[in-house]
């Protein structure tokens, strides 16, 4: 190992875990985050407070680091290129998150590549939506090109009568918008796969992801699909990572539908809360390998070591203010439920608080323990 | 959860690898130690730099948490008292340390509940020793009552000739020393047992170590013994832990004779050297364990998921000075293996720098992975 000092911009739950997997193999860690008490600030070696967008803290962070990552893709890639151009490493790399992070780009590169993903094209004018409901039909979705996660920036035009405040809802002229084709599908699936320096690249078991309100409910591993699925499913990222040229762990969203046709959603070049399962649910948790991979380590196995089901636990309808946790005692009382707070001082209505991950030997015992961890284990506030 | 904020006193490998996993549960961890580059340092959210019998620190470390425990027994248990006096809570317990801290009352203690330990006395005088021999005859051992690990504190006695080296060795009349006749073991196991606030209790898989100059080399779990063996020492444990009223985990190191009988050898009221193997070879590590146990949460279960093999990563000889390790790329390409650093900032021949655990569908093919990953994971020094 001839790197110790790694650099993370951005230092929320994604983070704390990986710095958790980190320590056990005696790195340092040094986060750039502009709150104070963000989830891993306690165990960071060093923490930058500043934002994501400041030229001069990430060039401080990468003086003090021997590998820089990330721990979400909404950063400023060009000052990330010309940190490369410094000689610093940053993986994933620049170039790669720069066709990430703009959506158009990135299923533009994909549907060049022959990978299947959603029909779509770019908004210019209000005009080009129109076009679009004609050639795709209702309902259909409105996305802006940049930003945005758990839903947001994301609009679906269900009627001709949604168009106008749809497009004046996510900025209208002022940003680049693009319009993406509804897929009926019966499932969404996430894959997460890892590639290493060398090309070496490692796949985990497909994920099944339930969303409410946008915002991930609960993940099932193994996914409950035929196994050519699975199959067709793997190739299918394996393919993406490599055109990609991806270090570390990426998460690639898809969509089955009826037919069991994939169609790739969005991909995430880093850890993902569709692959916290893995912390005990995989022999190597997606934070540890995404480390592996960004230091030039070989890459762990990624067998499922029992059969897992995450769910996320949001900040209660009602609750703002201190957060308390409720319900731990009895949620432990079962066993294979581990439980994860993220350590966040304050809650709110759907912020994402913690995890619990409950292992079994099969799903369906596993689910029916989530829907009792998740009828008793509470985030509320303290009064 | 009710109390949040644990107080550690000790911040070497085992305090870290404990707030590594409380951690993950959103705990607040204050530590006591008087190295400000200890292993748990960088990953406690405070550190109290001090010695171990300032009472004014272990005061101030108090204050500030909600519970106290440690993660060695050679503090002063008086002034655990004293603070218990006060309404803190202090787990295990310091009338609990106070038995176990003292080798000769330990093993009063367990022998008046009809517990088996090997022969022992007190020794006032070099005379005693003399009288012991014939008793007991050769070897023997000579032992400090209080302090020493790792064979520290312990001296053998092989010949008539040894016993005035051995006593003026130890401390001679100025220390409280006692006398154990020699078992002559075919193998030492340790039974990890933890016990909860409410007197639940939940017992590990037995290991079986491997000592080399008095440092445990490796762990093998589960042990290589008859099952009628394993029954009879969860027994002895089960026993030990009740009438000690432990609170926490608690590991208990037995002699196995040529006959299968079982002597207990030594108490540790915290998590263990030769419990590592727990972080990924069962299903709830010691370290969460021992959190559970003294926050009064459901104790975990404790059951193995793989095979485990845990070798100790030990200063090579020759090597002085900033730590470097060699050899993880390597270690890192078996599968199974998991490698732990624990961030000394220094090195030096026989100290505890790391260690390794295998984990595999057996243990014999666990064994031949750890000997390779024994020879090529090194823990040298910088030049």
Not at 41 to 63: M, P, R, T, V, W
Not at 131 to 140: H, K, M, N, Q, V
Not at 152 to 159: A, E, L, M, P, Q
Request: some cysteine.
């Amino acid at each position: 190992m001839n790197f110790k000092n790694i650099g993370i911009i951005g230092g929320g739950q994604l983070g704390k875990m990986m710095v958790l997997e980190g320590k056990k193999l005696g790195l340092h860690f040094n986060i750039l985050d502009p709150s104070h008490d963000c989830p891993a600030s306690s165990i960071a070696d060093q923490h930058i407070i500043g934002n994501f967008y400041d030229q001069e803290k990430i060039q401080s962070l990468a003086e003090i680091s021997d590998v820089i990552t990330y721990e979400f893709e909404h950063i400023d890639a060009d000052m990330l290129v010309e940190l490369e151009k410094q000689g610093h490493r940053i993986y994933p790399s620049p170039s790669t998150l720069k066709i990430i992070q703009n959506k158009y780009e990135q299923k533009n590169f994909l549907q060049k590549y022959g990978l299947s993903v959603p029909k779509f094209q770019k908004v210019v004018s209000i005009e080009d939506i129109d076009r679009a409901t004609e050639e795709y039909g209702f309902p259909l979705i409105l996305k802006s090109c940049k930003g945005g996660y758990d839903g947001k920036g994301n609009y679906v035009i269900k009627t001709k009568g949604d168009i106008k405040k749809a497009y004046g809802n996510l900025g209208g002229s002022h940003r680049d918008l693009m319009i993406e084709a509804y897929i009926p599908f019966k499932m969404e699936i996430s894959v997460l796969i890892a590639r290493g320096i060398t090309g070496e690249m490692k796949i985990y078991p497909l994920a099944e992801n339930i969303h409410e309100n946008n915002i991930l409910k609960t993940t099932i591993a193994p996914a409950r699909v035929r196994r050519e699925t699975e199959e067709k499913a793997h190739k299918l990222a394996l393919k993406t990572m490599e055109i990609l040229k991806g270090i570390g762990i990426f998460c690639i969203e898809m969509f089955v539908d009826q037919e069991d046709n994939l169609f790739i959603n969005e991909i995430a070049p880093r850890t993902h809360n569709s692959g916290h399962y893995t912390i005990e649910g995989c022999s190597t948790s997606q934070f540890y390998q995404h480390l592996r991979g960004i230091l030039g380590l070989p890459l762990g196995d990624t067998s499922l070591v029992k059969e897992a089901v995450m769910i996320n636990l949001l900040g209660e309808e009602g609750y703002v203010g201190k957060t308390k946790v409720t319900g731990v005692e009895k949620a432990l009382a079962l066993s294979g439920v581990y439980v994860h707070i993220y350590g966040k001082t304050d809650t709110k209505p759907n912020r994402k608080m913690g995890h619990a991950t409950i292992v079994d030997t099969n799903v369906a015992s596993a689910l029916k323990k989530a829907d009792y961890v998740r009828d008793i284990l509470k985030i509320i506030s303290e009064d």
